[in-house]
């Protein structure tokens, strides 16, 4: 049985994280428990676990690996990205008050906006690359700053420890949407943030086939509360999702370098061709905040984008690409491509896209693990078509 110590790389425990072999077989990997409910010696003496909303073996399993990976004090499966951001936020009460990333990821937005705002938690949002933003719009009822970094689709990056300490200093806790970077490049609970949570439905899954959300605690009071959501609410990640993102878990590194390594040698390129314009890369040395980002991450990752004249350009790029697959999500094995201003971000009011600096003709790729070169000679005839 492999035995983690805490020395291990990162690597290493990705790997290892969350398994432990059964006592009976020896099996390797941990199984597919479907059943609901567990039998009990005596009434309300369980075992181990008595209902699967409240607790399942193969999803306790992926908790026990996100906590470790993102070095938490407690992890937590849900059935979404959304619904793991949806449980943190309701650690708040009516009245709180939320300062959140303006480019945030658009669904994060629109529950912030449209769902939040309903039950008397209001949102302000700023731009967070400049923490004095972050600073300036923390009221007294501020109980949440909500930051995502690299932001989508425009890979902005905010300070995240600088953000931690303006939040703290009022008070509030800082949440860190860790998408784009996954736990094998960004780790922001060793930075100050106080809950991280991902949409696992991109890197940690990686392959485009399991819904699902991650959040790990950096304490476990705030562990506690988020667990009995879980319970309350119920959003919970089901076993074989879960079974499936421990198994993304193992090649994430090996993943994420390959993202980094194509999605780094085709900015470098967009960076050069002539009807390319702004081109979004935090691994590029002239990205606004690549200082920020390289002491924060360990690569660039695997999503750009980069501007084209207008949305008729645009339009005619996605349609001839071959590899890069018209499609929205990202951070699986498989290239797609995507115009933010028709389908990501169509919900986002086109008055906050031009604020943030969302061009209609902006194009967003997750880059996948093909072949580089395949790669860029796909979108470079494309761009030129
Ligand atoms: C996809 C995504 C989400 C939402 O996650 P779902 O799994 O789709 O609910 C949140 N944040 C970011 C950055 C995302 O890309």
Redesign the pocket.
């Known amino acids: 049985m492999a035995k983690l110590t805490k020395k291990d790389a990162f690597a290493t425990r990705a790997v290892h994280a969350g398994v432990h072999p059964d006592p009976v077989h020896g099996a390797v990997n941990p199984a597919i428990q479907l059943s609901t409910t567990f039998v009990q010696p005596a009434p309300g003496k369980p075992l181990t676990f008595d209902y699967s909303r409240a607790g399942n073996p193969t999803r306790e399993a992926l908790e026990e690996a996100i906590a470790e990976l993102e070095g938490g004090a407690t992890g937590h499966a849900f059935s979404?990205?959304?619904?793991?951001?949806d449980a943190l936020l309701r650690t708040l009460d009516a009245g709180d008050h939320i300062v959140a990333a303006e480019d945030?990821?658009g669904?994060?937005i629109r529950l912030l906006n449209r769902v939040l705002a309903r039950q008397g938690i209001k949102t302000t949002f700023v731009d967070t690359q400049d923490p004095a933003n972050t600073q300036a719009a923390m009221t007294k009822k501020t109980k949440v700053v909500l930051l995502?970094t690299p932001?989508?689709p425009l890979l902005r990056v905010s300070d995240i420890k600088a953000n931690a300490e303006v939040a703290h200093d009022g008070k509030a806790m800082l949440l860190v949407?860790n998408?784009?970077m996954s736990p094998a490049l960004q780790n922001p609970l060793n930075l100050g943030a106080d809950a991280v949570?991902?949409?696992?439905?991109?890197y940690i899954g990686g392959h485009s086939d399991v819904?699902?959300?991650v959040v790990a605690c950096a304490d476990k009071k705030l562990g506690e509360q988020v667990k009995f959501l879980q319970l309350a609410v119920g959003a919970v990640c089901p076993p074989f999702d879960s079974f499936l993102l421990l198994r993304g878990l193992k090649t994430l590194v090996l993943r994420m370098e390959r993202h980094g390594e194509n999605a780094a040698f085709i900015a470098g390129e967009l960076a050069k061709h002539k009807a390319v314009g702004k081109v979004f890369y935090p691994g590029l040395a002239k990205h606004p905040n690549a200082k920020v980002h390289a002491k924060q991450a360990r690569s660039g990752g695997g999503m750009l984008s980069f501007e084209l004249h207008d949305t008729k350009a645009a339009l005619a790029c996605v349609k001839k690409t071959r590899l890069f697959q018209l499609g929205e999500?990202?951070?699986a094995v498989e290239s797609l491509v995507q115009i933010p201003s028709l389908m990501t971000h169509a919900s986002v009011p086109a008055e906050m896209r031009r604020k943030t600096g969302l061009a209609d003709g902006l194009i967003r790729l997750s880059v996948g693990v093909e072949d580089k070169k395949d790669l860029w000679a796909d979108l470079k005839q494309a761009i030129e078509a």
């Open positions: 979404s990205g959304l619904s793991a951001l945030a990821y669904g994060s995502e932001t989508n949407d998408t784009f949570f991902h949409s696992a439905t991109k819904l699902a959300g999500s990202l951070g």
